[in-house]
């Protein structure tokens, strides 16, 4: 168990490291937006479609991130919280007949009441539960729009959703995306470095020793919870846009699922993670598929072979494999090392989750018994983590 | 509603239960000992029936499906275990995502072996025709499938509650690391468990096959009754899966026709209920 | 990457990202756009296919896929001199996929016409795709909405070798009230393809005289059909209409006799409950008798018919579907205006015009045309179910009811004033008299 005064170190290591490494990594991510602005000018249109996508589930999956990767508790059933946004949105405009940006505004206001809502059946729970109920939220969600058919029109979806009038031309919606996305992405990685964030990242790593601390945990994980459904809502809503159609597929766990397996192929715990994995499940879906008729069969392997080998997902290894010899190699000893638990720390996600060492408990609160349980296993020893990974 | 409605119903509900309890089964037995949420316990059923089907176009016979279908699947499940869940040993959301990922993969080559068709597996001649009870006319498979749950029910109590290994893997649920420090292996134990989960699954997709026909989507389908299950009587518990079965069987039959327009809702209202009520369930562990 | 950024930095770096992207946006115009495949007069045509080759509807995507392919095989792909080249993509039954496939294949294999796709929410995704491209021709075969050449057409969609679901359904129940049948419950999917199902039959059943006592609805999906059945008394009922779908079709199938319904109670259905696609899976007599309505049959004795039963046997060893068939008349219909316009399709609306105005004599259907609207004029067959001497089962039919179209016998103004059937609209109260009638008003209708 490491302590928690060495998360807190890293940025400051990063900060305090000027010169060569900080314009390095200027340089990189200045040209990644000189590659994103130019996308449309070097490429068919059947590309900037799949850039599109790419970032609508990119930051979807990012969103699940919050939950997940910073704060260590899987979810299954994000989808649904697209979805309630996504419908909202279509619904508003098309059935209701409003504007589109008062509608967008509004989906995204009952998506945050939803996050809220179902993040208050869950923040008591850990674990294998938080998963299990994430999951059934998420089916709910699927039920009610595949069966409420006045409201959502059932298995049909609802067609017609408009598109912003600045944005109607695939290379306009492709801008007005990867504007919506950075800007999303910026809050996400302020959130996630503010003291808030680190306060989730410790609830990741030893929750039982937050609350005597004075931390409500409960709180932080509603508070986190619905964070990450508002950012969930807000791919919703682009993507609904994007398609001028939602329907109960959007919903369906199976969504739930390919978000996170975007996130954990990308690399679970990371800002870009999200993005790499979403390209890369988005182009197999939709590229490599017209090349190969079993290409479902290909992206489920693809997949276990990532849990199996390379945890840390693509950008995971990316980092401790080339970034990182990188950084030493150009004398940042220090930001190495913080890049190395950073990711170190990224891999750790759920890998022993110390709530699952003591059966599960639902409430908020520690029985007596459950709290001596909790604090031997904290203090692991060679034996106690092989018992434990049995 | 009439009374020979009522019945038909209430057959109805309980063989579905039935049904049902098969695959939830295994699916709370996994998770009650190894803490691993089987997300692919719905394509093992599929391929158990499957498995069952090409058995049947091979010998003719629905029995040797049966027996066949199950075993495969087992076998497959405990290569699943050695092979795969182990070496993330203990990472439950490895152990969950692998699961998914298995289930991707399942599908899919299903659909490539066996194809899109649904297929409903045959009956031998002699549970395929009808009976009357109470007055009303009612499949005999139906009531094979009853007492094919019956008999599980009984078999994993009796396992459980008076065998060694019942008691090894009920201390191993109470306190994996104590069981281990016994000296026992837990991990054979797991596996074992793992094996028969997949065993039940498979047998059930060879009784499904018979009763509900086999497609692509029908192992995402009974996953998703499965869930309802296990969040209603608890996961982990063997009680909680016969209770939950039986509910949710009855609830799924009486709610279609009581509040039609309500039906979906009708299976996933008393799941939200417990949700918010009582998260782990009505026979689950509360710590 | 670690983004090790203070806040002010972040700041910066957002508000230089977005000004960045709003200055290229604004400014300059955008990149060309790809170039929309027209067909031109000369070298290939250029096809693009969309059908559901995995997902819960593959087998009836692979099914749409050989039908098409085999009208290819025989009648060779060169057409008026141009040579056809298709390129299938699997929509996996989703409509996004749907969409994300279909700009693939005009903007990547710049293709000029599409065929497919199957499911009704797929068919409305690319209706709204086809409306923006308009010089985009999508045939479609296969997805039946009925507002699709109703009261939501989309004129570069054109149903070649289609049908409207409710089409076969409307003279199903005035067959109905004919067999004098007096009180009748539908039983049908909970989605829009059950809708327009159950209420054609239920529309022209009340118009004869007759009573809908229950109109059921069960989720697609239906894992056990035993608890709808249940509600289905044999003593209160003079026949049940029944539609059913996909993997759920067997699953009725199977229930009806289960329970004891199979000769206690008239039973009629819809096309796709007693489809050769399900058939195939049953190896039991469970619907052996049992009689359907439908645009298809594969035991009709028209000589199209024939041939293509004959030919798909050959090549796939199996019965074709009605799903083969639609496509293998869509590349039938395609190749008929294509040959019509000499081989050039370079005008998007004389194409169009002659794609409405095809008439063919001889498909796997029978004869087949459109109509003012777009909507198919078809046969539409009573069949039975029987198992024929190699020991497989098909559709034979009891009557055929030539030169069906989708408003039936009534004025096409006066249907399309009313809504597309739903849950809400089935037909049961309208028309209340002979005006709405294009001919053959009921007796007892009033006037």
Redesign the interface.
């Known amino acids: 168990m490491r302590a928690l005064s060495s998360r807190v170190r890293a940025p400051a290591a990063g900060r305090s490291s000027a010169g060569r490494t900080s314009w390095f990594k200027w340089l990189m991510l200045f040209a990644a937006v000189v590659l994103a602005l130019a996308l449309p000018y070097g490429v068919s249109s059947f590309w900037i479609d799949i850039a599109t996508q790419a970032l609508i589930f990119g930051l979807f999956a990012l969103s699940i991130n919050i939950i997940s990767g910073y704060g260590g508790m899987i979810t299954l059933g994000h989808a649904g919280l697209l979805g309630v946004a996504g419908y909202g949105v279509a619904i508003l405009t098309t059935h209701s007949g409003w504007p589109l940006g008062a509608a967008v505004a509004a989906a995204l206001l009952i998506c945050a009441v939803a996050s809220v809502f179902f993040g208050a059946l869950v923040v008591r729970s850990r674990g294998t539960y938080f998963v299990m109920i994430t999951l059934a939220e998420g089916m709910v969600v699927w039920g009610i729009a595949q069966r409420w058919g006045e409201l959502t029109g059932g298995e049909n979806g609802i067609p017609g959703i408009p598109k912003p009038s600045f944005a109607l031309l695939d290379w306009q919606y492709y801008y007005f995306v990867l504007a919506a996305v950075a800007v999303c992405t910026v809050l996400i990685a302020r959130l996630v470095r503010s003291p808030f964030g680190l306060s989730l990242k410790g609830i990741r790593e030893a929750e039982d020793r937050l609350a005597p601390l004075g931390y409500n945990v409960a709180l932080h994980k509603l508070i986190a919870f619905t964070i990450s459904g508002v950012f969930a809502g807000v791919a919703g809503v682009l993507l609904a846009m994007y398609n001028n159609f939602i329907g109960p597929s959007d919903v369906f766990f199976l969504a739930s699922a390919s978000g996170l397996l975007m996130l954990i192929l990308g690399g679970i715990g990371t800002l870009t993670g999200a993005y790499v994995g979403a390209a890369v499940v988005t182009i197999i879906e939709n590229w490599v598929s017209s090349y190969f008729e079993r290409w479902q069969t290909l992206l489920g392997i693809v997949f276990v072979l990532v849990i199996l080998f390379a945890p840390d997902g693509i950008v995971g290894a990316w980092t401790r494999h080339v970034w990182v010899p990188l950084l030493r190699r150009l004398g940042a000893g220090d930001e190495a090392a913080a890049a190395q638990t950073a990711t170190a720390s990224a891999s750790g996600v759920g890998l022993i989750a110390a709530e699952d060492r003591a059966p599960s408990d639902f409430r908020g609160g520690v029985s007596a018994t459950e709290d001596a349980r909790s604090h031997t296993t904290s203090e692991p020893t060679e034996s106690d983590r092989e018992g434990a990974r049995r | 509603m009439s009374l020979h409605e009522f019945w038909l119903q209430l057959f109805n509900g309980l063989t579905f239960g039935a049904l049902l309890f098969l695959v939830a089964s295994g699916f709370t037995l996994i998770f009650g000992l190894m803490r691993i949420v089987n997300l692919a316990q719905g394509s093992l059923y599929l391929l158990g029936g499957y498995v069952g089907l090409s058995l049947i176009r091979a010998t003719g016979s629905y029995w040797l499906a049966l027996l066949g279908g199950a075993v495969a699947i087992a076998i497959l499940g405990l290569a699943i275990e050695r092979g795969l869940l182990r070496r993330v040993g203990g990472n439950t959301m490895a152990e969950i995502l692998l699961t998914v990922g298995l289930s991707f993969i399942a599908a899919d080559l299903a659909l490539a072996v066996w194809g899109g068709d649904p297929i409903t597996l045959s009956l031998p001649s002699g549970v395929e025709g009808r009976t009357t009870i109470f007055g009303v006319t009612y499949p005999v498979f139906r009531i094979v499938v009853l007492g094919l749950g019956i008999i599980v029910a009984v078999g994993l109590w009796a396992l459980l509650e008076h065998t060694r290994i019942g008691a090894i893997i009920r201390a191993g649920v109470d306190d994996r690391e104590m069981v281990a420090a016994l000296g026992i292996n837990v991990k054979a134990v797991f596996t074992g468990v793992f094996a028969l989960g997949a065993l039940l699954a498979g047998l059930a997709g060879v009784v499904g096959g018979a009763y509900l026909s086999l497609y692509p989507g029908a192992d995402t389908e009974i996953l998703t009754y499965s869930l309802v299950v296990v969040v209603i009587g608890g996961l982990g518990s063997l009680r909680g899966a016969i209770l939950g079965s039986l509910l949710v069987g009855l609830i799924y039959d009486f709610g279609q026709s009581l509040v039609p327009d309500l039906a979906y809702f009708v299976v996933f209202a008393p799941m939200a209920l417990v949700l918010i009520l009582r998260p782990q369930g009505l026979f689950g562990r509360a710590g | ?7 002010a930095r ?1 700041r910066w ?2 508000a230089m ?2 000004a ?3 200055a ?2 604004a400014g300059c115009g ?2 060309g ?2 170039d929309e495949g027209g067909a031109g007069s000369k070298g290939p045509i250029r096809v693009g296919t969309l059908f559901p ?10 099914d749409m896929l050989n039908g098409w392919r085999l009208w290819w095989k025989l009648h060779g792909s060169t057409v008026a001199g141009r040579k056809i080249e298709s390129t299938q ?2 929509t996996a039954g ?4 749907t ?3 279909a ?2 294949l005009v ?2 294999n710049e293709v000029g016409i599409t065929v497919g796709p199957l499911l ?2 797929e068919a ?2 690319l209706a ?1 795709y086809l409306k923006e491209n308009p010089d985009v021709v999508g045939l479609n075969p296969a997805g039946s909405s009925d507002d699709l050449s109703q009261r939501k057409r989309v004129d570069n969609f054109v149903r070649a070798g289609g049908w409207q679901s409710s089409t076969p359904t409307q003279p199903a129940g005035a067959w109905a009230a004919q067999q004098g049948w007096k009180r009748a419950i539908t039983l049908c999917t ?3 393809f059950g809708y327009e199902n159950c209420g054609g039959f239920a529309n022209t059943f009340t118009d004869h005289g007759g009573k809908v006592v229950k109109q ?6 239906t ?2 059909y ?3 059945l ?2 289905i ?1 044999p003593k209160s009922v003079d026949g049940v209409f029944v539609q059913s779908v ?2 759920d ?3 009725f199938i ?1 229930a009806w006799s ?3 319904l199979k000769g206690k109670v008239p039973l009629i259905t819809n096309e796709t409950t007693f489809e050769q ?2 058939l ?5 007599d469970d619907p052996v008798g049992l009689e359907s309505f439908g645009h298809y049959a594969e035991g009709a004795s028209t000589p199209g018919t024939e041939q293509f039963v004959a030919a798909y046997k050959k090549e796939y060893g199996q019965l074709p579907s009605y799903y083969s068939c639609s496509t293998y008349t869509a590349a039938q219909w395609l190749s008929a205006a294509v040959t019509q316009l000499k081989g050039d399709i370079g005008d998007t609306q004389e194409l169009l015009k002659t794609l409405n105005g095809v008439k063919l004599q001889d498909t796997c259907f029978g004869p087949m045309a459109l109509d003012d609207h777009g909507g198919t004029v078809a046969n539409v067959y009573m069949r039975k179910v029987a198992r024929s001497s190699d020991g497989k089962l098909a559709n034979e039919v009891v009557k055929t009811y030539p030169n069906v179209s989708q408003f039936f016998n009534y004025k096409p103004d006066a249907f399309l004033d009313q809504p597309v059937y739903s ?2 609209y089935q037909g049961t109260d309208w028309p209340t008299n002979c005006d709405a009638f294009a001919r053959a008003c009921p007796p007892g209708m009033g006037s």
């Open positions: 990457m670690n983004l090790c950024l203070g806040t972040l770096a957002a990202t977005v960045a992207i709003a290229v946006a955008g990149p756009g790809g080759t995995s997902g819960t509807v593959a087998a009836a995507g692979t993509e699997d989703d409509p996004n996929t969409l994300t496939k700009r693939k903007q990547q009704a929410n409305y995704a709204g909970d989605y829009a059921l609805y069960s989720p697609l999906g894992s056990d035993s608890s709808y249940a509600q008394d996909g993997a079709a067997p699953k199977k289960d329970l004891g696609s399900t195939r899976g049953i190896k039991n849950r809400e």
